[in-house]
């Protein structure tokens, strides 16, 4: 028996389409956030259901317009006769920090301009690497539940979850002698991993004066002098059009698939013009055999459009990227 539940979206009288969750999985929350933030969405449907049920699904499925989020299992790909792609949950960014400091400075100021890293001196930010847990609660408190819940305005993990990430040590970002901010390190040999991190209060304040260049520098150039091999910049969702992801390629990020991380199919039944302007500029980020590449609505060519930065890209721009695959 699989698990069947069925969604339907709707924005106005004519505009609904529907999601079929198939085994194992759920809707990822960051589809919510990213392209579900203007629908009403509405569960119509939750049942078990065998094999015969699940060739009558397929009918539907290609009959209705609807997306499919499936289990990553060939027999349900098979018998939903799945137009699909591989997805993962979430992707890693990393730094090839053996390429040396010179070539880890060329490589992230193809994005970022000197006068950014001008600023961290003229708002005095400092540093210091903290070698105990001490303090963790608060910083949990004021720097990130806020940036969760103002910023990025997802559910943020318990506090006992949180304190994992910092079985080694922290970076704490001062300025004026109070701390604004901290990512949280952890070490695997010669990989440095960064998991979490905030700012203090969230504050609109400390981002105009940049809060966030401030954490990644001072985390690279702990890295570097570490001797680390590579730096983790941590997990982020799986879209070219995500904020996140897109910040951590400019200091030039590699995305790659870690494989503890959870993979599903996601596949699509009849598209319309709706569901096209829902994805058009919000690249998904899939998987063949061991490449990542760009799953794409709308277009034509080589190129694809980035809404997050207004631009019209090819995949050299991410680096980790390595195909481009259309739903038209």
Not at 77 to 91: D, G, R
Not at 243 to 266: C, P, Q
Not at 302 to 309: H, L, S
Request: with cysteine.
């Amino acid at each position: 028996m699989f698990s069947v539940t069925k969604f339907e979206l709707r924005k106005n009288r004519n505009f609904v389409f529907y999601i079929y969750c198939v085994g194992k999985v759920t809707v990822p929350d960051y589809f919510f956030s990213e392209f579900f933030l203007d629908l009403k969405i509405k569960e119509i449907g939750r049942e078990k259901v065998g094999i015969f049920s699940l060739l009558k699904l397929r009918n539907s499925i290609s009959n209705e317009y609807c997306l499919v989020f499936c289990e990553k299992s060939n027999l349900l790909k098979l018998l939903l006769n799945l137009n699909a792609h591989i997805v993962p949950f979430l992707v890693d960014q990393s730094i090839d920090l053996s390429v040396g400091k010179k070539g880890v400075y060329d490589n992230y100021h193809k994005h970022l301009k000197s006068r950014e890293f001008r600023k961290l001196k003229r708002f005095r930010y400092t540093c210091e690497v903290k070698n105990k847990a001490d303090g963790l609660k608060k910083i949990y408190e004021k720097m990130y539940l806020p940036i969760m819940k103002e910023r990025l305005k997802i559910k943020a993990e318990k506090f006992s979850d949180f304190k994992k990430y910092f079985k080694d040590s922290y970076l704490l970002v001062s300025q004026n002698k109070i701390a604004v901010g901290f990512v949280s390190l952890m070490k695997e040999n010669k990989l440095l991993i960064m998991r979490r991190l905030g700012v203090l209060d969230a504050s609109k304040e400390l981002y105009s004066k940049s809060i966030m260049i401030a954490l990644y520098y001072f985390l690279v150039e702990y890295a570097l002098k570490s001797k680390f091999a590579f730096l983790s910049l941590g997990y982020s969702a799986p879209s070219l059009n995500n904020g996140v992801l897109i910040y951590k390629n400019k200091w030039g990020a590699k995305i790659s698939h870690n494989d503890e991380i959870f993979t599903f199919y996601f596949g699509v039944g009849k598209i319309n013009k709706q569901i096209s302007e829902i994805f058009y500029g919000k690249p998904l980020i899939c998987m063949k055999e061991d490449r990542l590449g760009a799953l794409v609505f709308g277009g034509k060519g080589n190129k694809f459009f980035i809404k997050k930065i207004n631009k019209m890209i090819d995949i050299s721009f991410f680096q980790g990227i390595d195909f481009l695959l259309r739903f038209n």
